[in-house]
């Protein structure tokens, strides 16, 4: 089959999130990167984009001239991802979006509750695909996990325990470094730093292993370095549409943690715990039994761990392999609406605009909670209320 053309917004040289992006497109064969608007510098972000083979007519200076360059061709890319900063995230992908491209959008999707709702109606209205990458639900293991809780193994799901908590803004004699202040800075980051940037990969990681919304929720924020004037930890605590307890702790000053992204799922009949770090187990105690360890890649797993799982089981997988299952995802999607046939069920698990939408106003209510003493606040966004 002919591969599909991807173009990628943000994600320069040097970025810390580029990469990934372009490997993941990569590995299966299913995307070309065709176009670029790289850098916030239009004469790096050409010359970045041709350095990786990227032709000099499609390697753009910014996305409005990318748009208005990729609209006019007849070959225009499938799929454009949105890798820049986040406060540029809405009015990207929003007139990507509304000029008929399939996007795949970085988190936070956008920075309120109502543009949330703006990409979400964009997105239907346009009849286009708006992904956002919590790229972390990619992993074999984490896929499993889900499948697991939906056929029964652990009965009803009791309680989900989500974690990130690193340790590399824990430096305060390091504060100031501008590279690090912005975060924690209102007039760039909004209204929260760590629960933003980090926490809302866990809430969202926890209700897609549950399978269940978080519909309300109390949080206790803190700044342990006194000079921000954001949050660097977060405990929130919450309740989810079919009655499972959560708890979520996220935090910047945990020194000797490093990505620090773990999940935890307890039901009736048994616990699951899952590590970033480590994202070739998965550990499994059944009530009254022992922990045993499934690994990545081994005999009779489920078939949302046998699609997104590459190499044999033994031989680690890691992140740009979980991004790559995000794509492969969108390769699936994009191509079966190109040729009118049914997608492939099991590329359904591709996080959407409407998960975007719904951490924002999980943000948002966090924020909101923990300015009021941790008052308990309707976690959901207005449009999907019931
Ligand atoms: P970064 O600061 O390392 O890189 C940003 C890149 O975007 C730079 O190359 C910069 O020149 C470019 N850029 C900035 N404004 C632009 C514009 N208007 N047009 C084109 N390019 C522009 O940032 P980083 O850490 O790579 O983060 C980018 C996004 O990815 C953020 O929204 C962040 O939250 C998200 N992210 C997601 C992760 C995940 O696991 N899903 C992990 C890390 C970051």
């Known amino acids: 089959m002919k591969k599909l053309s991807w173009g990628m917004i943000g994600g320069g040289q040097g970025s810390q999130i580029g990469p990934a992006h372009r490997l993941g497109s990569g590995l299966d064969g299913a995307f070309a990167f065709v176009a670029g608007a790289l850098d916030h510098n239009a004469e790096a972000g050409r010359a970045y984009a041709q350095s990786l083979g990227i032709a000099s007519d499609r390697a753009y200076g910014d996305w409005r001239e990318m748009l208005a360059g990729e609209s006019a061709r007849r070959d225009r890319v499938d799929l454009v991802t949105v890798a820049t900063p986040n406060a540029t995230h809405f009015e990207i992908t929003k007139a990507f979006l509304e000029a008929g491209f399939h996007v795949l959008c970085e988190k936070p999707m956008t920075m309120t509750v109502e543009e949330g709702e703006q990409i979400v109606r964009a997105a239907t209205n346009s009849g286009t695909i708006c992904a956002v990458n919590y ?157 045993q360890i499934i690994e990545r890649g081994e005999a009779n797993l489920s078939p949302e761990a046998d699609r997104s799982s590459r190499v044999t089981v033994g031989h680690a997988e890691g992140m740009p392999l979980a991004f790559a299952n995000i794509y492969s995802d969108l390769a699936e999607l994009i191509g079966a609406a190109k040729q009118g046939r049914p997608a492939d069920p099991a590329a359904m698990l591709c996080p959407m605009a409407v998960d975007g939408l719904r951490s924002m106003a999980a943000v948002h209510g966090a924020v909101y909670s923990a300015r009021s003493n941790g008052e308990w606040v309707d976690a959901r966004p207005p449009m999907l209320r019931g």
């Open 135 to 291: 790229g972390y639900t990619g992993y074999s293991l984490v896929r499993h996990m889900r499948a697991m809780v939906a056929r029964g193994d652990l009965g009803n799901v009791r309680l989900v325990v989500a974690e990130f908590a690193h340790g590399h803004h824990a430096n305060a004699a390091d504060a100031d470094n501008p590279r690090v202040r912005w975060r924690y800075d209102p007039a760039q980051a909004g209204v929260s730093a760590q629960f933003a940037d980090c926490g809302i990969h866990a809430l969202h990681m926890a209700s897609f292993v549950t399978g269940q919304e978080v519909e309300k929720l109390s949080a206790d924020f803190a700044s342990c370095i006194g000079s921000r004037e954001l949050e660097d930890d977060a405990m929130v605590n919450f309740r989810m549409s079919g009655g499972v307890v959560g708890r979520l702790w996220t935090s910047s000053v945990a020194i000797g943690r490093q990505h620090g992204l773990t999940i935890q799922v307890f039901g009736e009949t048994g616990g699951l715990r899952w590590a970033q770090e480590q994202p070739n187990q998965l550990y499994w105690t059944p009530v009254g039994g022992r922990v």
